[in-house]
């Protein structure tokens, strides 16, 4: 929230600045007159060009940082250990969380997100379960394996694991044929 305000705040900024720079630089070439202000002094005139000029060059690459979006910066969580730095992308994250919750048995279509916090890794897991397991029970095995797994592995901590069950799928029931 706080990058999109600042890239908000940046995008104002270097709009209003090249708007002022671009006016500012029509009325000192003659082309907007504007009679209040005498520029006789010929060294005030070109000082006032090349600060006007610097001013909407860097307006325009205030601009440009403003919309583009960061192609480079993939969601990760860094660590840092006595041995270097570490970064463990949240997309990794999300494939642990899902290999530990496929681990409970009678669970199907699992889905997770991940988000970062101050307290550690906050998960939330999407699961459809089978109708004839206690949900609860379920549930539970759920969160510890993915919350002890995802500590085990990664060494992040683990601050909430929240299981969202979305629904209920019938076991199949075979019927044995006799011939």
Known sequence: MA?????LLLFLYSLSIAILAVLAILQLSGVVPFNEIDYDNDTIFVTSIIVLVVLFLLSIRFF???IRRDRNSIPSIDQRTEYGEIQISVETIENLCLKAASKVRG??????????TQAGID????????GDLSIPVMTSDIQKQVHDYLQETTGIPVANVTVYIANVAQSPSFKSRVE
């Open 3 to 7: 990058k999109l305000l600042d890239r």
């Open 64 to 66: 440009y940082i403003s």
């Open 107 to 116: 669970v199907r279509d699992l889905k997770a997100r991940i988000r970062v």
């Open 123 to 130: 998960i939330t897991i999407r699961a459809v379960v089978e």
